[in-house]
């Protein structure tokens, strides 16, 4: 499981071509706009369900576009982000 400073991630933000990323969630393999919460998340804030994981998703790993969903992120025993060391991704 890496672990991302927050420099290293906004800086893989901005360099990662979106049209590269293969979002969906590594525990179940689904795809954003095949998981319920980030459907409605999405449909409230008016954006697509990629662009709110990009957003505010924060297990997102923006080298790769992978991420964790709720559901997976509790069965994988919700891995700690510490703001001072920095954030853990999806790998
Ligand atoms: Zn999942």
Redesign the pocket.
Known sequence: MPILSHQEKTRLEKITPLYSLDFK??????KPNE?DEYIEAAEDLGMTENEYVLQEEGTYNPSNGHF??????I?AGMPAADVNQGTWVAD
């Open positions: 969630c590594t525990g179940c393999n689904k998981i964790l969903c709720t559901n997976c992120y069965n």
